[in-house]
Structure formats: C-alpha cells, structure tokens
C-alpha cells in the first residue's frame, strides 16, 4: 500500500488503489443487520459455497467523493445509490440495506480514508464501490443464511487531464444486454461479465464504446455497455435544446443520467424521456450524442457503426457546445463552484 502522501495526484489514473481499509456489515436470517465495523486491509475470507459466487447472488453501486473548493470532503447524491441498490437486492433476492446503514457505511469508508481523496485542484476524486452479497453457504437455489454488504473506496484521477476527446462506438449486434422483462434495470454484476468480451474485441477494433438494442426487435435504442444514452438536438429559434434519452425498463437508472436530466430543466431545456428509434440517429435528428455515467460523466460520442454503415454524430472532435455546458454545470456543483441548489452533495457541510 503506497500512503497517501507518496500518491503522485497528478497521475493516479483510474485504477484500484490500496487504502486504510473498508467498511463491512453482516445480516443473518436470527439477527438482521449487525453494527458493522472498519476492517483495515483489502481481503477478506469467503465460505467456499457463497450464494455470491455460484449463483451471482451480487449487486453494487458505483459512486464518488470529492474535496471542495471549502477544503471539505462530499459524496455527490449517495440517497439515489441506495435506493438503487434496494431494488437491485429485492431483484436478486436478497435482504435490502436500509438507507441508514447504507450512509453510515459511506461516512465511515471516506472518513478513515480522508487522506486519500484527491485534492480539489487535481479534478480527481474518491470512488466509492459498495456491494452486497450471499456471504453464506447455500447449495440449493434459495435465499442464503448470511449476507455481507461492504463499502470500499480508492483514489482516482481526472478522465479527461488531457482534454476531452469524442470516440467512436459500434452497435452490438452479437450479443443482447438485457432481456424485455429481465434484469437490466439493475445493477447485478451479471449484466457486466458478458459483455466484457465483445467491449475488448470492439476496442481492438479502434472502438472505444459498445451500444446495444433493445433485445426484441433491434430497433430502439438501449444503452451502452459501460453506461447511459443521451442525446441533444440543435438549439432552436430561442437557443433552447432538448436532452433525449431512452425510457427502456431494460436500462439502469443511472444517477448521472437523471442528474443530467435536473440540470438541463434548470437550464430551461426540454426534456424527453421516450424509446429512442436507431433510426433517429441515422437520420440526424440529434446534434450531439454521449455516453453518460459515474466514472466518466460525459463521453461525446462521434460516430455508431452498425455492420458497414458509419454514422456521423456532430461535427467536432471534441465534446459539444450543448454537453459541454450539461458537464461544467455538472463538474461545477461537485467541485462546490456552482451553488448546489438541488442538494446534492452529502453531508451539506462535508467531512
């Protein structure tokens, strides 16, 4: 483990960096919930018949904290990963963590990791992973006697250090996210591993993300491998714009996404939340489109490929005028340059 203050902040990257320790909490079927504790390392023993390893019997979030420009630390909407993360136990069948211990668990990963949120002026911050799991033995297929639910955290550095760059993405066609009526919603590892494969062939390919159909007919926009769809149209007569992006219950409610969303109504934008079909993209009637999502907030998107077919998005190598504006708002409520008159940031008076 490299101590805080040895880490070169300038140029952590993005990558699972060693700190002081985690936070884990433990439900059984007699007890429920237990008080959980600060556990220092980064192993921990797993009976050999986990319903977390044979059946995927997993969730977890994704989410972050940051030092302000007041020298304090925030998390940015930790509520909406928690209720998230409620859903996606009752989908897997496993008991919900309270929103109480859900924040307590945060409060106490950051602050005994506190050196190691990157300061204000580096644009990095501290990524947050909770997860929860059956931690107990279960060979049949059934609820597990014992479940853990832990929180841990690791330094990251700025994505777009060196300024941001719209990507190529290419449509999947060899292999569907989400069934209708299945699990795509929610945030269940399982979602994750399948498409790990085809997202590195299509990287060797010179494709930076992967977007996928809706399962049934191919026809209407889902999202992309790693995170949401979005798209905005030229600005009309008054420059207003309108953000569109998809109403699939086959996507993940992505925090990032209805943050977005929030922004651009205060904007005074439009907003459509509707089934998006390819076709739009084909036919131009988007001006920008970009991946959204925790890790990297706005990824400007610059062409799809679907089959021989390439599709050009915009007019820039860069991030767009209209995203561009949806990402400072955004940056700038979590680096507390921006008044966060939504209540985002937790706690109001930080760390």
């Known amino acids: 483990m490299v101590s805080a203050d040895k880490l070169d902040w300038d140029n952590i990257g993005f990558q699972y960096r060693e700190t002081n320790g985690y936070t884990k909490y ?10 959980g504790t600060f556990e220092k390392g980064s192993h921990m023993n797993i009976h050999i018949c986990a319903s977390g390893l044979h059946y995927g019997q997993q969730c977890f979030e994704g989410l972050k904290a940051f030092k302000t420009k007041d020298g304090r ?34 409060h106490r990963t950051v602050s005994n990791n506190i ?22 033995a279960m060979i049949g297929m059934d609820r597990a006697p014992e479940y853990t639910f832990l929180v841990f955290g690791t330094p990251v550095g700025n994505y777009y250090k060196n300024g941001i760059k719209a990507v190529d993405a290419l449509v999947m066609e060899e292999i569907d996210r989400a069934a209708p009526l299945g699990t ?25 993300i992967t977007l996928h159909l809706d399962s049934k007919t191919h ?17 009309d007569a008054n ?32 907003v459509e939340e509707r ?30 490929t679907r089959g021989d077919k390439i599709i050009k998005v915009g007019n820039s190598e860069n991030m767009g005028e209209g995203f561009q504006t949806l990402f400072d708002y955004y940056r700038g409520i979590q680096k507390g340059d921006i008044e966060d008159s939504f209540g985002w940031l937790w706690p109001k008076d930080g760390f």
């Open 275 to 304: 089934p998006i079909l390819f076709s739009e993209v084909e036919e131009g009637k988007f001006d920008e489109v970009a991946a959204v999502g925790t890790a990297v907030v706005i990824t400007p998107v610059k062409s799809i």
């Open 184 to 208: 795509g919603s929610y945030k269940l590892g399982g979602n994750y591993a399948p498409t790990f494969g085809p997202m590195k062939k299509a990287i060797a390919q010179g494709y930076v």
């Open 26 to 35: 433990t439900w059984t079927i007699e007890n429920g919930w237990d008080n």
């Open 239 to 270: 420059g207003i714009r309108t953000l569109v992006t998809p109403n699939s219950a086959s996507i993940l409610r992505s925090v990032t996404r209805i943050s977005l969303v929030d922004i651009a109504r205060k904007l005074g934008w439009k």
């Open 219 to 235: 026809t209407y926009i889902d999202e992309f491998s790693t995170s949401n769809f979005a798209a905005l149209t030229k600005p």
């Open 115 to 136: 050196d190691y949120v990157p300061p204000a002026e580096t644009g990095g911050s501290f990524y947050i992973r909770p997860v929860l799991f059956g931690s107990g």
């Open 73 to 106: 630390v925030r998390v940015f909407r930790p509520q909406e990963n928690a209720a998230r993360m409620r859903r996606s136990a009752v989908a897997a069948y496993m008991p919900e963590v309270p929103e109480e211990i859900f924040l307590e668990a945060i």
